[in-house]
């Protein structure tokens, strides 16, 4: 099992740039896949990237691509979410997930979810 936690949420305006944060605890955190979703008030919640067990291979929703960049550091328990150029349309709640399945898109294919970080975008 996995725990998870993410940060580096916060304001910022339109054009700028955040990096999310998502800290596991547990054991076995590099055999696992992960990816990061956001979910828009009044929403579902979303894909938006995924990175493969070793960080070699990863997948992006195409109105991230160029803009948002998935890593992850097995040494530190860490992955991250580097977001430029932000727009107001990408307000939302990011979730990191964890789970078997490579280069997932769906939620139901993660088993393990963290709390939330808040990124609000002004125009």
């Known amino acids: 099992q996995v725990q998870l936690v993410e940060s580096g949420g916060g304001l910022v305006q339109a054009g700028g740039s955040l990096r999310l944060s998502c800290a596991a605890s547990?054991?076995?955190?590099?055999?696992?896949?992960m990816g990061w979703f956001r979910q828009a008030p009044g929403k579902e919640r979303e894909f938006v990237a995924a990175?493969?067990?070793?960080?070699?291979?990863?997948y992006y929703a195409d109105s991230m691509k160029g803009r948002f960049t998935i890593s992850r550091d097995n040494a530190k328990n860490t992955m991250y979410l580097q977001m430029n150029s932000l727009k107001p349309e990408d307000t939302a709640v990011y979730y990191c997930a964890a789970g078997g399945i490579l280069l997932a898109t769906k939620t139901s294919d993660y088993d393990y979810w963290g709390q939330g970080t808040q990124v609000t975008v002004s125009s």
């Open positions: 990175i493969s067990w070793s960080g070699g291979r990863t």
């Open positions: 547990g054991r076995f955190f590099s055999r696992y896949n």
